[in-house]
């Protein structure tokens, strides 16, 4: 069993979820050093719509958990491989930066820092909420399934017995910890029918 990773990266991209990357960081920071977070241009217009959270506000937030970098800032120790933490999570995950991380394209800080984090074998949660996924996407999916990232998706559960959006956001948030050998209680987990 690999050992539980003492720090972690996160990516947050251009795509819809923004409030499921924010709820990991708050749960995340208690178990691991956040050793830096990504973030792409898409992902302050996707957190303006959805949670009407401005620029400003949004990185204040984000640099309480630890060092942001923008998605062109190459010059980041989370572009090389050697300054990598333990494991890295990219949620929400666009489906741009899926496609660019499944053909070994690095031309985004959190392409690069993914690819990175595969060929040091360490562990790679990617969140997608696409959907319908098409044939380009599952595609690009299995292939950094086969790359060996951890591909866990904003998927609804209802054996946890959800009674809020908050509820919904916790399970998803445990499952990408749970990818990553990170321990958590932050949702209910199966132990047979309730009677």
């Known amino acids: 069993m690999p ?6 990266s996160l990516a947050i991209t251009g795509s819809s979820g ?33 949670e009407g959270v401005s620029e400003e506000d ?10 942001v970098y923008m998605e062109d800032d190459m010059s980041s120790p989370l572009a090389s491989s050697s300054n990598q933490p333990d494991a890295m999570a990219i949620v929400p995950a666009s489906m741009k930066t899926v496609g660019l991380i499944a053909r070994g394209i690095p031309t985004t800080l959190p392409a690069r820092a993914a690819l990175a984090i595969l060929r040091l ?37 209802f054996y946890n017995r959800p009674s809020s959006l908050e509820d919904a956001v916790d399970f998803v948030v445990g499952k990408i910890l749970d990818s990553l050998g990170i321990e958590t209680r932050v949702y209910r987990r199966w132990e047979g029918p309730l009677d």
């Open 3 to 8: 050992c539980r990773p003492k720090s972690l």
């Open 58 to 67: 949004l990185l204040e937030r984000l640099k309480s958990f630890g060092r």
């Open 121 to 157: 074998g360490r562990p790679l949660a990617v969140s997608p909420r696409e959907t319908p996924l098409g044939l380009a996407e599952l595609e690009n999916l299995l292939a950094l399934a086969r790359m060996g990232a951890r591909i866990v998706p904003m998927t609804l559960a």
């Open 18 to 50: 923004i409030r499921v990357a924010l709820r990991l960081l708050e749960v995340a920071s208690r178990e691991s050093e956040i050793r830096g977070i990504i973030l792409t241009r898409g992902a302050l217009n996707v957190a303006k719509y959805e």
